[in-house]
DNA sequence: CTGAAAGCGCTTACAG
DNA sequence: CTGAAAGCGCTTACAG
């Protein structure tokens, strides 16, 4: 159907070949035969077929990212600066999912049809990430870490879990309850790490009961509010594996009436954009995510051009945003079970 | 790098052809001939190359869809199911970006890269549907339409918008605002004129100056709400052209300490998910997008099966979801500017 | 049942 | 400066 480079040659009154490099820009064609074949290849509405080329150059110029789930809102923090890092170094970016067990196979990754994979989402134990590195197929973690020596670009979560351990000790508060992300997932476990680490410091502990692990998601973080608030000692401030969590505490708080922060101190982690939605106004932390993302572009287009180059870790340090939810602990004014 | 056919084909003592056939399971290769391919397969890690059975094949299985802003919260709700739907049906997702002038040109989307490709964004004058068409390359609208014969999915807009003005009449107001959404855009178009035509059906029209249109986002919704706050006579009750604008009107709401609804009832357009949120609350008007996508993809996938089929336009009818931003005017009680 | 051949549409040494 | 040749890695008639 769609014209070809022989047609534009014949139509040229060229070979086959010198289509090819008049149209790429040869310094070697003359001006007159380029002249010629751009003619014909407007006339004919010639654009060279990527199929072609691509099998031809064994580069595809096509960068993977695989997330978990396009559906929750944290992913377009990372999929938008990423895609247009790629877009702007001439890469395309094909999308891949990863949820519950039903993520791409090694197979789909490791089709040739890549020239590299950005992973936002491995879980500690996926294979994935040992997989590509056996078939020397380049990637880069973005926002995750594992055991294998790769390139990542990643927040410092421990430090900046603990930067909300301090707030929540300097704030007063005793009955202190956590909404972990789950431990599978390096951001869940050094953020717990981090968590921990800071309330010990402090003298304080996490009590077995006001804590749970959850997957980071809105409606898990709102059923978590649940659970917690149904203990013996509720909390009174609450730490969150991440903001897309904390969004579902916030939402399970104003449907059981309690009040942020007067009842409740909720800090989330990352700092998207909706965190600070006036309507939201949640403390977190604060990612630069865009940063972020670019940062393992670039590391991922390095390792591209040069696969033999030494693995690098790029870390970020995360800063606290106060913003509204939370407060200082209120014994005497608290409406709620004090008495007992 | 990676095995080739060739290799395996060596390691198992066939000819190449017979591995290629041996591994799609075509049907007359000798058990034992399979056995011994899929065994050097296996040996090898031997996974075909997608470029050479791509140009080969001449079908890429590989959907093209393009969206204008990745960081808008209304795309995911597109994206998430387009992507589900391909991939179940074995196509995989490239993504595209159409912000302002910046487009993928013809030529990005006409390299035979694509079977086919999803536009969810383009504005009413954009150039790519005929230039597709044009190219008989595969495509369906979501969301969009246009002059173009071809398949579409989308909602009723105009009867959408037209409920929302039945429904601001019935509460009682008279000072009713609109933020429509972009003229370039048919759902801007097709919800301002449903919304129009259902006020004119009441003997109502709409004040020139409490209307205004602005781009389907977030910032722009919010720095409206300020714009028609400040008209001398300011509106009791807003039509938003989707729900992105109306989240930035209530959050320009939050800040301007306007209280929804007892202020201003405010009223969006496609129940996207944060607008069921407990803190937000949003009245709007229900699409199934999730649907919507399907339906686009199905429409698409069936086009790419047989090019010459007719163009089917699938219209889905929406209907409102009266939440929280919504209230009768009221008044006596309203502590404005009301006795100028 | 399987091999040899041809072809998908490019790019790039290699000659001349 | 440009053509003929080879090759990228598959798939699929075509013979046998």
Redesign the interface.
Known sequence: ??ATSKDVARLAGVSQPTVSRALRGHPSVAPETRRRVEEAARAL?Y??????R??SL?K?H?IGIVVS???N?F??HL??PL??YF?QAGF??????EQDEDGPTI?EL????LDGIVLTTSLVDSPLPAALM???IPFVFLNRESDATADSAVVDNVYGAALVGDLLVELGHHRIGAVFGPRAASTGRDRETGFRRSLSKHGRSLADELAVSVPFSFSHGRAALGTLLARSEPPTALFCGNDVIA?GV???A??LGVRIPEDLTVVGFDDI??AS????GLTTVHCDLDRLARTAGDLLLKRIADPDREHVRSIQRPHLVLRRSHARLQLPSSPSKKEH
Chains 1, 2 share one sequence.
């Open positions: 159907m769609a509405d654009v060279a077929s990527e199929r072609g691509v099998l064994r595809t096509r789930d396009l559906t809102p992913y377009p999929l938008a895609h247009d877009k395309r970016t094909v999308l891949f999912t197979e490791a089709d040739g049809s056996h078939r020397d969004l916030l939402d399970g104003v449907e954009t909706i939605w006036a309507h939201i």
